[in-house]
């Protein structure tokens, strides 16, 4: 079993930045692709980045060029460095360790991003 613990949430001004971290307890840390998703008042959560294993990344058209997802294994942690913030990525960012052959899935209990002047 893996327990996810989010952090690095708070305010932010507009064009600011933020880095999130994903710490994870629990074994085979680097044979999961984990991903952050996040959740607006009134939305359907939405993915934001994913990392594989290998750390390939993938990032949504939305974010793809200001935020950044990276892995340490070692510490098994997961981060998303997000840059020039803007109103709109105000949302509970969510993160998520999955293994499709272990058929595992866990969610973090989210850190709140707030971005306003």
């Known amino acids: 079993q893996v327990q996810l613990v989010e952090s690095g949430g708070g305010l932010a001004q507009p064009g600011g930045s933020l880095r999130l971290s994903c710490v994870a307890e629990?074994?085979?840390?680097?044979?999961?692709?984990v991903s952050w998703y996040r959740q607006a008042p009134g939305k359907e959560r939405e993915l934001v980045a994913r990392?594989?294993?290998?750390?390939?990344?993938i990032s949504t058209a939305s974010t793809k060029d200001r935020f950044t997802i990276s892995r340490d294994n070692a510490k098994n942690t997961v981060y998303l460095q997000m840059t020039s913030l803007k109103p709109e990525d105000t949302a509970v960012y969510y993160c998520?360790?999955?293994?499709?052959?272990?058929?595992?899935?866990?969610w973090g209990q989210g850190t709140q991003v707030t971005v306003s002047s």
């Open positions: 629990g074994e085979f840390f680097g044979l999961y692709t």
């Open positions: 990392i594989t294993p290998r750390s390939s990344a």
């Open positions: 998520n360790a999955e293994n499709a052959i272990l058929n595992v899935k866990y």
